[in-house]
């Protein structure tokens, strides 16, 4: 149980929402404090002002009623859930456990929400003060649907303790959370740089907001590691990687980056939504801020958007001032959508990872491929420094064909029964979509003569997924 002295007279115990009857254990440990204090007065106190909480606290005094509580408003999620961990779940603390087993109970608080197990679905914009002295001070948790609900923290701790992070704030979509993280951290007359892998949007969000806010771009080659210290300027503010890219998957020397950015005083943002925090820790490896987009992995069922953006201390308060001051609030059924697919994040991953392995190892043989690019691959070029970063690989994959025309391309794909076409990924549902970076490449250049088709393994089964490709494959040729 969390126990907060006040002063040497006053005991303040959470005990849970509408009196909810707590677990043995913590009643044996209050009544062996009442015990030793031998109170003269027990105060049963609701909606205590200066409680952020605003849940019941049994106020144990040696004079008459409770003196003051101090606020816990504003605590980092660390600390808060050190302090409410010991109130609920019988006093376990999932930290200790396998992510296997924490991914299972993280974000749900069965004691403060009746017994039920997962967080309720809150909806709503006004959120009401019990007082005019609460209403000035806000110092209570929530203030203003924008700005959070029961439902809305319960993920955001959850991705922060699997990121090993400080804070996350959440946000409308995986792009979002680019754009909060970037406008957080850059000013006018400042420069970044920006892995020339970088997913599209994001690339347009520099062309097209950042520069015309004053703000200079450096593309840079991703596999450039230490050398990135030849590029940073006095003016330069952050460095942003993806590792893999999400179309070309090269793998980035975050910790070689990190190093050098670190000696400037220069935070360095990481993509990490291909790798999730299962498979790779940037803030680990010396990274400040990790985006996602929980679209993808996350949710893991293509039926919500959603972002998120974990931080180290350093630079928590300046992205959520910035994700207040842009008005960010994620969708209430996205957030209990991506609360529920995080629960089987392990398990769906071992399937993607496994099945992707197998339909890039079977590609690899087909004739009409000329290479398969797979970072746990041993041909990957950076096979190495993925075998060194991650502890696994995500059912996302490209491959390059031998050159064919429009028409054959078009017979392989438009006849495909289980892959469909779409943009994202990160679903149960297989995919697949042909791309071209080159018109979107200033640092790098991309050399290939055939056609470049990227791969998303689902949920399916593997030998049906190669039914379907074989088949596509001959009208392919069919057509050739």
């Given at each position: 149980m969390a126990v907060i002295w006040e002063n040497s007279k006053t005991l303040i115990i959470p005990v849970g929402l509408d009196r909810h009857i707590i677990n043995s254990k913590a009643q044996n440990f209050i009544w062996q404090i009442l015990h030793l204090l031998r109170p003269a007065k027990l105060t049963d106190l609701h909606r205590e002002k200066h409680s952020c909480y605003l849940r019941p606290f049994l106020v144990v005094g040696q004079e008459h009623g409770p003196t003051h509580i101090a606020s816990i408003n504003g605590i980092c999620?660390?600390?808060?859930?050190?302090?409410?961990?010991?109130?609920?779940?019988?006093?376990?603390?999932?930290?200790?456990?396998?992510?296997?087993?924490?991914?299972?109970?993280?974000?749900?608080?069965?004691?403060?929400?009746?017994?039920?197990?997962?967080?309720?679905?809150?909806r709503g914009?006004?959120?009401?003060?019990?007082?005019l002295d609460t209403y000035l001070s806000r110092t209570q948790?929530?203030?203003?649907?924008?700005?959070?609900?029961?439902?809305?923290?319960?993920?955001?701790?959850?991705?922060?303790?699997l990121e090993g992070g400080h804070h996350t704030a959440l946000t409308s979509s995986g792009l979002s959370a680019c754009s909060v993280s970037l406008l957080a951290i850059v000013k006018s007359g400042g420069h970044i740089l920006m892995t020339d892998s970088v997913y599209q949007p994001v690339r347009s969000l520099c062309e097209r907001l950042l520069k015309r806010l004053g703000v200079e771009i450096t593309y840079y080659d991703p596999h450039i590691g230490s050398g990135i210290s030849e590029?940073?300027?006095?003016?330069?503010?952050?460095?942003?990687?993806?590792?893999?890219?999400?179309?070309?998957?090269?793998?980035?020397?975050?910790?070689?980056?990190?190093?050098?950015?670190?000696?400037?005083?220069?935070?360095?943002?990481?993509?990490?939504?291909?790798?999730?925090?299962?498979?790779?820790?940037?803030?680990?490896?010396?990274?400040?801020?990790?985006?996602?987009?929980?679209?993808?992995?996350?949710?893991?069922?293509?039926?919500?958007?959603?972002?998120?953006?974990?931080?180290?201390?350093?630079?928590?308060?300046?992205i959520r001032q910035t994700h207040g001051d842009m008005g960010q609030c994620p969708g209430p059924e996205d957030v209990t959508l991506c609360l529920r697919g995080i629960r089987t994040l392990s398990v769906r991953l071992e399937r993607h990872q496994a099945s992707a392995l197998e339909m890039a190892n079977w590609l690899v043989d087909r004739p009409e491929v000329a290479s398969v690019i797979h970072p746990a691959r041993k041909d990957h070029p950076d096979h190495a420094l993925w075998q060194r970063d991650f502890n696994g690989s995500s059912g996302l994959?490209?491959?390059?064909?031998?050159?064919?025309?429009?028409?054959?391309?078009?017979a392989m794909l438009d006849g495909l029964d289980l892959f469909g076409m779409g943009a994202s990924w990160g679903g149960y549902e297989s995919l697949v979509i042909p791309f071209n970076p080159a018109p979107n490449r200033t640092a790098t250049a991309w050399k290939t003569d055939g056609r470049a088709l990227r791969f998303h393994i689902g949920l399916e089964d593997v030998e049906d997924l190669k039914n379907d490709l074989d088949a596509g494959f001959t009208r392919l040729g069919a057509n050739s």
């Open positions: 999620p660390s600390e808060r859930d050190q302090f409410m961990s010991q109130s609920s779940n019988g006093g376990k603390k999932s930290g200790k456990k396998n992510i296997k087993t924490r991914l299972m109970h993280m974000g749900s608080d069965p004691d403060n929400f009746h017994g039920f197990v997962n967080t309720p679905l809150f914009s006004t959120i009401l003060y019990p007082t948790k929530y203030t203003y649907g924008r700005r959070g609900t029961p439902t809305i923290s319960a993920l955001e701790d959850s991705i922060t303790e590029l940073i300027q006095e003016n330069t503010q952050l460095v942003y990687t993806e590792s893999p890219g999400s179309l070309t998957f090269e793998i980035q020397d975050l910790p070689a980056i990190c190093e050098v950015a670190k000696s400037h005083d220069i935070p360095v943002l990481v993509d990490n939504t291909w790798g999730t925090p299962l498979y790779y820790n940037p803030l680990k490896l010396g990274a400040s801020v990790v985006i996602h987009a929980g679209t993808k992995y996350f949710s893991g069922h293509s039926d919500a958007n959603l972002g998120s953006i974990t931080t180290t201390e350093s630079y928590s308060k300046i994959f490209s491959i390059i064909l031998h050159d064919v025309s429009d028409t054959a391309l078009g």
